[in-house]
């Protein structure tokens, strides 16, 4: 008899816990389920379409987890836009920018921005959906500004490099320059399959899409040129890649555009 209490005290004692740490990779796989299906959900039926039971289903979770985790519907919206902004935060600061070189620094932020909106359609799609609601959910964000003041303060780095070695006018506002930027990007993507129609241009061809960045390029560095610089080449460079995409077009298509 006391050696079968022996062995049971030794068995419980033997057996291997949960560790807290377990419990809590659950946790946050469980969080991230969500998180990521709400993503998709949301992209697909906006924020009104995209309901807690689909959301749910879509993650192979449960209703009462998303309130559990996120509190509301509506706080597990703000967190995925949350996590839209942190995902293109943390891919501009994994660019290796050299300030001392202006001109290349600011021409790599553009096609990162430009890039980054044509690969992830879903962040657009969800800022549209923001958009319509008047941005009255990511208004209630407290980390939203910090992504933001990331992205401007890259700009403000590069814009300060290029004034102080003569290349960029003194008078620029990095915000201006980050708007502009994000407008010219967001704009084209966005509007694409309306443009491609109403232009009778296929703009997210490869060729439509390589000017239109060159383009851009093109215009942002003419806008940030200090005086001096803009003096010493009045003449626009001729880009032969340009002129036949631009020539493959029909007549009429060209007109529209011109």
């Known amino acids: 008899m006391a050696d079968s209490r022996t062995a049971s005290k030794t068995s419980k004692a033997t057996k291997p816990q949960r560790r807290t740490g377990v419990r809590e990779a659950a946790a946050q796989a469980t ?37 559990y985790y996120f509190g509301s519907k509506e706080g597990l919206f703000i967190a995925v836009l949350e996590g839209i902004y942190q995902r293109m935060d943390d891919a501009e600061a994994a660019i290796a920018l050299d300030a001392s070189r202006p001109v290349e620094a600011l021409t790599e932020v553009i096609r990162f921005v430009l890039g980054y909106y044509r690969k992830n359609p879903e962040f657009v799609t969800l800022l549209n959906t923001e958009n319509l609601h008047k941005g009255r959910h990511i208004s209630k964000s407290l980390r939203a500004r910090e992504y933001s003041s990331r992205a401007v303060a890259i700009i403000a780095e590069i814009l300060a490099s290029g004034s102080a070695q003569g290349l960029f006018r003194k008078d620029l506002v990095a915000r201006d320059i980050y708007l502009l930027i994000a407008s010219t990007g967001y704009f084209y993507t966005s509007n694409r399959h309306t443009l491609t129609a109403f232009l009778g241009e296929p703009l997210e061809s490869p060729e439509a899409i390589t000017h239109w960045e060159d383009f851009v ?42």
């Open 217 to 258: 390029i093109e215009t942002l560095l003419r806008t940030v040129r200090a005086d001096d610089a803009q003096e010493q080449d009045n003449t626009p460079p001729h880009d032969e890649d340009t002129t036949k995409w631009q020539k493959s077009q029909p007549a009429q298509s060209r007109a529209r555009s011109s």
């Open 31 to 67: 969080r991230d389920s969500i998180l990521k299906s709400a993503t998709k959900v949301f992209a697909k039926y906006g924020y009104d379409g995209g309901s807690v039971e689909k959301i749910s289903k879509a993650a192979k979770s449960y209703d009462r987890m998303i309130y």
